[in-house]
């Protein structure tokens, strides 16, 4: 009998007209929406948080410089010794709405440590620049050009420029490591050595038809430009792509066709998958250097874990 009750107040949901693949609205829009496939997430903030609060009071105080003319157009570069060092630029995500850079110093210790410079970017907040995802996407690869132009100035390798990002940050990564750097800042196209983008969106067709669009304005120009994917004549580099097994079922599509597509164009790509981890917890995997994103940057940038 209590099997019986129990049936009797189950509702099934009736499922709506397809909106993407085999998802109907609804489907697609939990799809976008990390807190319904990592219910942890309020959990995972607070340890971020705390470890980039707790690695800012050990190391010596980041550089705070401007890359840009308005205040939010800031970057915060945390240091190593070694004279002449690679450096690591790290986009951190969000939705677009969300984060700062001070929130994303915790992985600073793993690059300083291994003998390189780790700089994270400040930028606009979707819901400040009135939906428009380009601005932040200009503000992105401004930030890269002028690490490029300046690295000399706080001791950094511009020839050894790498870039990182998650969630939001690794669809802003994959803009930056397609971006025609010649034809719109006059630089070589090669400046960009290496990307790992980690937990990203690559093709925003789906996004745009998602419940995200309540708060970015996609136009087709907006989806065009903003999706990596369909750019890669531009990509100069080997790209390290990564997601959890336990994301969102589009968050996982996306980083396979990406790495997918990025293969089929010719161009060198590794794909890596954090068995058990759901969104949020693959981003502290940056703050540890054998942890998979950690390990993967290292790899990337051709370095090691050795006391600063």
């Known amino acids: ?17 397809l909106v993407w693949l085999d998802m109907d609205q ?31 009071k050990r190391l010596a105080p980041a550089l705070r410089l401007s890359y840009g003319p ?14 002449n060092a690679p450096i690591m630029v790290f986009t951190h995500g969000g939705a677009w709405r969300n984060g700062s850079a001070k929130d994303f110093a915790f992985p600073a210790e ?66 930056i490591l397609v971006t025609d750097w010649p034809g719109d800042f006059d630089l070589p196209a090669n400046i960009v050595k290496g ?8 093709d925003l067709k789906p996004v745009r038809l998602s419940a995200r669009s309540k708060y970015v304005k996609f136009d087709d120009l907006t989806e065009q430009a903003l999706s990596s994917q ?21 968050f996982q599509r996306q980083g396979r066709e990406f790495a997918a597509a990025i293969k089929a164009a ?8 954090g068995e058990g981890f759901n969104h949020f917890e693959m981003q502290e995997t940056f703050g540890n250097p054998y942890g998979l994103a950690g390990r993967a940057a290292l790899e990337l940038m051709n370095l090691q874990t050795r006391s600063s």
Not at 29 to 41: E, G, I, T
Not at 44 to 51: G, I
Not at 115 to 136: K, P, S, T
């Open 230 to 250: 369909r750019h890669l004549e531009f990509l100069n580099c080997p790209i390290t792509v990564g997601y959890g097994s336990q994301e969102t079922p589009e």
């Open 266 to 273: 010719g161009k060198p790509v590794k794909l890596i998958v």
């Open 1 to 17: 009998m209590a099997a019986d009750s129990a049936a009797s107040h189950t509702i099934q949901r009736t499922k709506g007209p």
């Open 195 to 202: 990307g790992l983008c980690v937990s990203g969106m690559y």
């Open 110 to 175: 793993v690059f300083i440590n291994a003998g390189a410079h780790y700089i994270v970017l400040d930028f606009a907040a979707i819901q400040d620049v009135g939906g428009n995802l380009m601005v932040m996407a200009d503000q992105v690869r401004r930030a890269v050009a002028w690490v490029y132009k300046n690295a000399e100035t706080f001791g950094g390798d511009r020839n050894r420029l790498y870039v990182a990002g998650h969630s939001s940050g690794a669809h802003l990564t994959g803009v």
């Open 26 to 56: 609804k489907e697609l829009d939990d799809a976008y929406n990390q807190s319904v496939y990592a219910p942890n997430q309020e959990q995972v903030a607070k340890r971020r948080r705390l470890a980039s609060e707790a690695a800012i």
């Open 70 to 83: 308005t205040e939010i157009e800031k970057l915060d570069i945390y240091r190593t010794s070694r004279p």
